[in-house]
């Protein structure tokens, strides 16, 4: 029998090109940063240089290098329906050298996003859309302080954006393991809500259920990697509840955000996590709560004010009995010399009090950055944004800078960011 082999990288292409000469253009998004600093005090900045930035703020308190590329393209339309194929890299390093790469351990490049959308094969609910992979799934952001609220992200599938009332139903089973141990989502989300003029609601519930195999319900389990794992406490199946109001007024969509959780979630409302379970720690008690409100308000044509406030409180979250309670403000008001010019200034406040006796270990902090920035085009969000800053930041429990010599430190620096 005569046979012809086409390598597998040939057939790739020739499916790849076949794919592209029947379906749309390939999107092609990403996200960038990056950029040098230094240290008036200890040399140069780099990643892991950051203090609190989920607390006081990011601007001018971030020194990594980060970046994105997402491809994704509709690869069929008829009758319909749709399959659209998504895909996502992304890379990290500390941000010193020319050669950083993964031989030397100084970048990491990892798979973000690998999943499959199809819509319209749901007769009774045509733009829903179906989904499975591995995906960021519907995370919700407070971009000035770099941390997503509600983020249950992972490899999964689900049902999303079903028109039911006024709003869209999402449900989803998502996969995102923690310590060695499998951990499932149950994802329900509702989105659209308008009982009166101007407001916006969205209702979810996020159900954690931990998955201990045979062998890690033996208390005298080893893990892979040569560690002791204690599985026996604190891996309950745990709930996260979030309902989120915004309001319009005054031309602006200022959001304030109440959320709940229970066991492994209940960390989240102090470390300003947004959904990631402790399977560390017993947390068999645990519970908390936190509020946020947040806005990017108008002042005048030229000035703007992004705020985002956070209280938060939990009980009983490491098994010890210990309490905590969270107090975090960063504001950054923006003033727009014109349409690529603008002059930042962000000052950021927190205080972590901790409850117990045998560790009094309250944190806290203050920081206060003066940026100048030239943007494509007007307001906080205005991207690609090259920026100088000056930074002050201290540490009101210790004295961790400059070679834990110094509870202060002042930074400086040139960073570039982008998204398309």
Wanted: net charge negative; glycine share 10%.
């Amino acid at each position: 029998m005569n046979a012809k082999w086409i390598p597998l990288s040939a057939a790739i292409a020739l499916a790849l090109g076949s794919a592209a000469a029947s379906a749309a253009t390939t999107d092609f998004h990403g996200y960038l940063r990056g950029g040098v600093g230094s240290s008036t005090n200890e040399g140069g900045t780099k990643s892991g240089s950051e203090f609190n930035k989920t607390k006081l703020g990011r601007l001018g308190n971030e020194f990594d290098t980060y970046g994105e590329v997402e491809l994704g393209q509709e690869v069929f339309n008829k009758d319909g329906k749709s399959f659209y194929v998504d895909s996502m890299l992304a890379m990290d390093s500390a941000g010193t050298g020319n050669n950083e790469n993964t031989k030397d351990n100084t970048a990491n490049f990892g798979l973000k996003q690998l999943n499959v959308q199809a819509k319209g094969l749901i007769a009774a609910a045509p733009e829903a859309v179906l989904w499975a992979g591995k995906r960021f799934y519907q995370r919700h952001d407070l971009h000035i302080i770099d941390t997503k609220y509600w983020n249950v992200s992972g490899y999964g599938a689900g049902v999303e954006k079903i028109k039911a009332g006024q709003g869209d139903l999402s449900t989803a089973w998502i996969r995102d393991d923690a310590n060695g141990l499998n951990i499932n989502y149950a994802d329900v989300r509702y989105a659209g809500l308008s009982p009166w003029a101007g407001s916006w609601i969205e209702l979810g519930v996020d159900y954690a259920m931990p998955n201990k195999s045979d062998a890690q319900d033996n208390p005298d389990y080893v893990n892979p990697s040569g560690d002791f794992v204690n599985y026996q406490h604190g891996t309950d199946k745990g709930v996260m509840l979030t309902a989120e109001l915004s309001q319009q007024m005054f031309g602006f969509w200022p959001k304030t955000v109440f959320q709940y959780a229970t066991k492994g979630l209940a960390q989240n409302m102090v470390s300003q996590g947004g959904g990631w379970y402790d399977a560390w720690s017993d947390n068999e008690e645990a519970k908390g709560f936190r509020i946020i409100n947040t806005a990017e308000a108008p002042i005048t044509d030229n000035l703007q004010l992004a705020y985002v406030l956070t209280y938060g409180k939990t009980t009983n979250i490491d098994g010890f009995g210990q309490d905590q309670s969270l107090v975090s403000a960063v504001v950054r008001p923006i003033y727009q010399w014109d349409d690529y010019n603008k002059t930042m200034l962000e000052l950021g406040y927190f205080r972590l009090n901790k409850d117990a006796s045998w560790n009094p270990a309250d944190e806290g902090g203050k920081k206060a950055t003066i940026s100048q920035a030239w943007s494509a085009g007007r307001g906080l969000l205005a991207r690609p944004e090259i920026r100088v800053y000056t930074t002050y930041i201290k540490n009101d429990k210790g004295e961790t800078f400059n070679n834990s010599t110094s509870d202060h430190d002042v930074r400086f620096g040139v960073q570039a960011e982008a998204w398309w």
